[in-house]
T-cell receptor
Framework: NAGVMQNPRHLVRRRGQEARLRCSPM?????VYWYRQLPEEGLKFMVY????????ESGMPKERFSAEFPKEGPSILRIQQVVRGDSAAYFC???????????????FGQGTRLTVV | SQQGEEDPQALSIQEGENATMNCSYK?????LQWYRQNSGRGLVHLIL?????REKHSGRLRVTLDTSKKSSSLLITASRAADTASYFC??????????FGAGTTVTVRA
C-alpha cells in the first residue's frame, strides 16, 4: 500500500507562472489536507477537501490559490501568477476519516518544494 | 498564531545521550502528535497521545502530556546519529486541522 504520493518533488517556476502540485492520497483515504511550510517554520493548514468538495479553505490565501479533489485522479493545489513569497514546501496529508478527531494519525507525503525565481 | 510551541528551538547532544524537548499549546485538544522531519524531507509520524492519556512509549520514545499545564514532552533515549532531525508537535483541537509548532532541531554528534 503506497503512501501519500506527491509530485513533483521539486518545482521551479518564474514569477508570474502557474504552479500545479499533485497529491494522491493513500488507498482508501478520501480526505485530503494541504499544508504549507515556510523555511524554518512549522506547517500551516491551508485546505481540507473530500472528493469533489472543499470542506474548509480557511488557510488558503484569498487570491491566486485554489485546490480541488476530483472524483477521479489526484488532488491538485494550483497557484497562479506565483511570487517569490510562494516559495515553500507544500505537504499533502490524507486520512480515512474526517480529520484526526477520531485519534487517527494523518499520513503525510514527501512534499513538493516550490522555488519561485 | 501557532497552537504548538516547541522548546528549545535547537538541541545538540552527544550520541548515546537523551534528548528532551517540550511543546506548549493554548487551547483544549483532542490529541497531540509528534512528527519527525529529516532535512528537506517529509514528515514521519512518531506517536499520538490522547487527551486522556498521560504517558506513552514507543521504542526509544517517551511522550508525556499534562493537560492542566497544556504541555507535552518528547524524550528520545540513547540517541543515535540517525535521530538528527527536526521534531514537531501538532495538536488536534477536535477538528481536522493539525496545528504545528516551529519545531525543535536536534543534532546528535558522533
Amino acid at each position: 500500500n503506497a503512501g501519500v504520493m506527491q509530485n513533483p518533488r521539486h518545482l521551479v517556476r518564474r514569477r508570474g507562472q502557474e504552479a500545479r502540485l499533485r497529491c494522491s492520497p493513500m488507498k482508501g483515504h478520501s480526505h485530503v489536507y494541504w499544508y504549507r511550510q515556510l523555511p524554518e517554520e512549522g506547517l500551516k493548514f491551508m485546505v481540507y477537501l473530500q472528493k469533489e468538495n472543499i470542506i474548509d479553505e480557511s488557510g488558503m490565501p484569498k487570491e491566486r490559490f485554489s485546490a480541488e479533489f476530483p472524483k477521479e485522479g489526484p488532488s491538485i493545489l494550483r497557484i497562479q501568477q506565483v511570487v517569490r513569497g510562494d516559495s515553500a514546501a507544500y505537504f499533502c496529508a490524507s486520512s480515512p476519516i474526517k480529520g484526526t478527531g477520531m485519534n487517527t494519525e494523518a499520513f503525510f507525503g514527501q512534499g513538493t518544494r516550490l522555488t519561485v525565481v | 498564531s501557532q497552537q504548538g510551541e516547541e522548546d528549545p528551538q535547537a538541541l545538540s547532544i552527544q550520541e548515546g545521550e537523551n534528548a528532551t524537548m517540550n511543546c506548549s499549546y493554548k487551547t483544549s485538544i483532542n490529541n497531540l502528535q509528534w512528527y519527525r522531519q529529516n532535512s528537506g524531507r517529509g514528515l514521519v509520524h512518531l506517536i499520538l497521545i490522547r487527551s486522556n492519556e498521560r504517558e506513552k512509549h514507543s521504542g526509544r520514545l517517551r511522550v508525556t502530556l499534562d493537560t492542566s499545564k497544556k504541555s507535552s514532552s518528547l524524550l528520545i533515549t540513547a540517541s543515535r546519529a540517525a535521530d538528527t532531525a527536526s521534531y514537531f508537535c501538532a495538536t488536534d483541537a477536535y477538528d481536522y486541522k493539525l496545528s504545528f509548532g516551529a519545531g525543535t532541531t536536534v543534532t546528535v554528534r558522533a
